[in-house]
């Protein structure tokens, strides 16, 4: 990844295009007064309530609530991340997006590697034309050509230097980037893929970053070969099949989560096109999150045995980080000895749907695994489950979802939420409002107009604020953001959070002029953080030592005044 985008481009950009131009490329619009309306394109209406405001830039749905500027229209629209979303408005204009130097050492994305894969996948499927052995294994496997078309699919000949003979122009030393050359300990330079059906991965643009190769025969060593990681290609958080299934349908209700990429190409076959799979790795948090921006719910089909359970298991811990009310995960898991592949062949498209919609809710799963073994009726067995539950509700984002697990906890257990808020140490609780808000909400200003702010900041102050971050409401959540995205823009967390009530405020106080230099805000925000975290601890020793005077007999109280004795 390349440096940060200059948030001065960014304002310049938005400041350059016109709303109106760029939403009416995507949806019919007609003037209404000042303003333009339309059918919303993020609900189903009859009536519109979809308004763009070209003097405000700005548009608004009165229906869903979905509102933002351009850049954060294009993102919901086309379904893009910030950086792809950002280069779609710059081309809108014919400029390009220029980058800030990176203290962050990260591999750089040459974008020869993209042209290096995209000739690599172009002989694949050349490849498989030749191939009489390969095209009766897809016939075999139920795959159509125009299936194999759509989704790129080619083949890898026998021998060590097919593709480099191919791509004699390419350097050694790029292909090795891209992952289709390996050398080994003497120094021989070799291609990686021989011999296996070619499933080449796209990101979301459509670019190919990597391939799966998957032998003919069970003989021929590993089933799956996966590219390697790339400067382009990072396994733990890209999905086979997602560009494929965005292409499909304008509209992803659900995504379902299959484990290999034949499963993935055979569902689609079948007319269920709403299909990805992870590559070799475990579904993770950042799979969940990119899932999420296309489909609210998410179904993982996992094989039934022990090894699946486990593997159920991994990926809910994954997805509990990006839950909310809005948001489902689903398991499901398939009868012995059967994957996606020979279901669908054997039910049909509508038995494996109903198969599908059959799915235990991922939240459910957790209480009934946790819950097994133990007996409710006892207060033993009660006080168990709240202690295996708690921290796995802790990983759900404070809202309206975690508010229903703590309530379906306290059903189950008889303990409430806020007993479970009083067993926490009182540094965990939430600290007065009337003694942070003024100067967390300064901050908030400051940190919405430069983000690059946090990170200059002393590390102590930064440390010690992020583990106390759920007692500072939204600067909390703004600071945890920011520490874990490191190059994130004004724009990226206006985005970021632009269905929340107060989005309005937050874009208010982004665009509120300052009467200060960029020198007096880091110094003003450096020393408000300290004064911060300073009045937090000062706020945490008040509470404790009131709640040590309640109870005079504590042998903590009797140790604090028996310093305070000696220290008089």
């Not at 796209?202 to 799956?224: C, E, H, M, N, Q």
Request: aromatic residues 8%; contains cysteine; negative net charge.
């Amino acid at each position: 990844m390349a440096g940060r985008i200059p948030q001065s481009f960014i304002n310049d950009l938005l400041a350059r295009v016109d709303i109106v131009d760029v939403v009416e490329q995507r949806m019919s619009l007609k003037k209404a007064g000042k303003n333009y309306s339309g059918l919303c394109p993020f609900h189903d209406e009859k009536t519109p309530s979809f308004t763009v405001s070209q003097d405000k830039q700005f548009y608004h749905c009165f229906g869903c609530q979905a509102h933002g500027t351009a850049l954060g229209f294009i993102m919901e629209f086309d379904r893009l991340e910030f950086v792809e979303a950002v280069e779609t408005l710059a081309a809108h204009v014919g400029v390009e997006v220029p980058r800030e130097q990176s203290s962050r050492t990260q591999p750089k994305a040459d974008p020869d590697l993209y042209a290096v894969l995209e000739a690599a996948e172009r002989y694949y499927r050349q490849s498989l034309r030749n191939a009489p052995e390969a095209i009766d294994y897809l016939k075999n496997r139920g795959l159509t050509g125009e299936v194999a078309r759509d989704f790129g699919i080619g083949y890898a000949p026998p021998g060590w230097q097919n593709l480099s003979d191919e791509l004699r122009d390419v350097k050694s030393s790029l292909l090795l980037d891209a992952g289709l050359h390996i050398k080994n300990d003497k120094g021989r330079v070799y291609d990686r893929f021989r011999e296996r059906i070619m499933f080449p991965i796209r990101d979301t643009r459509g670019r190919v970053i990597g391939f799966g190769g998957r032998t003919l025969s069970a003989d021929d060593g590993p089933k799956y070969l996966n590219s390697p990681e790339t400067p382009v290609f990072q396994k733990g958080s890209e999905l086979y099949g997602l560009y494929e299934a965005r292409r499909a349908l304008r509209r992803i209700e659900k995504l379902i989560v299959v484990e290999g990429y034949m499963d993935v190409v055979a569902l689609a076959q079948h007319g269920v096109a709403n299909v990805v799979a992870t590559l070799g790795t475990a579904t993770g948090e950042a799979h969940f999150h990119k899932m999420y921006r296309y489909a609210d719910e998410v179904v993982c089909c996992f094989d039934g045995d022990q090894a699946g359970r486990q593997a159920a298991w991994r990926a809910l811990e994954g997805a509990l980080p990006t839950l909310n009310e809005h948001r489902q995960i689903k398991l499901v898991f398939l009868p012995d000895g059967e994957d996606p592949d020979s279901l669908i062949r054997q039910q049909g498209r509508d038995g494996f749907l109903k198969f599908i919609d059959n799915a235990v809710p991922g939240l459910e799963f957790l209480f009934q695994r946790l819950s097994q073994g133990l007996d409710l009726d006892s207060v033993d067995g009660r006080a168990r489950l709240a202690g295996l539950v708690t921290p796995y509700i802790e990983k759900v984002p404070a809202g309206v979802l975690r508010t229903l697990l703590l309530q379906k906890l306290q059903d189950a257990t008889g303990l409430g939420a806020s007993t479970a808020v009083r067993s926490k140490p009182s540094s965990q609780r939430k600290a007065s409002p009337s003694a942070l808000s003024k100067l967390s909400e300064r901050l908030l200003t400051l940190l919405l107009k430069s983000p690059g702010l946090w990170h200059a900041a002393a590390t102590e102050t930064r440390e010690g604020l992020l583990q106390e971050s759920e007692q500072l409401g939204f600067l909390g959540a703004l600071i945890s953001y920011v520490e874990h995205h490191p190059e994130a823009d004004t724009e990226e967390l206006l985005v970021r959070w632009s269905d929340e009530e107060r989005y309005p405020e937050l874009l208010k106080r982004a665009q509120k002029t300052l009467e200060i230099g960029p020198d007096e805000m880091a110094a003003e925000f450096r020393d408000g953080l300290d004064r911060l975290y300073k009045n937090l601890l000062n706020h945490q020793r008040r509470r404790a030592l009131a709640e040590l005077k309640q109870n005079p007999d504590d042998a903590e109280f009797r140790k604090f005044m028996q310093t305070k004795e000696s220290e008089a």
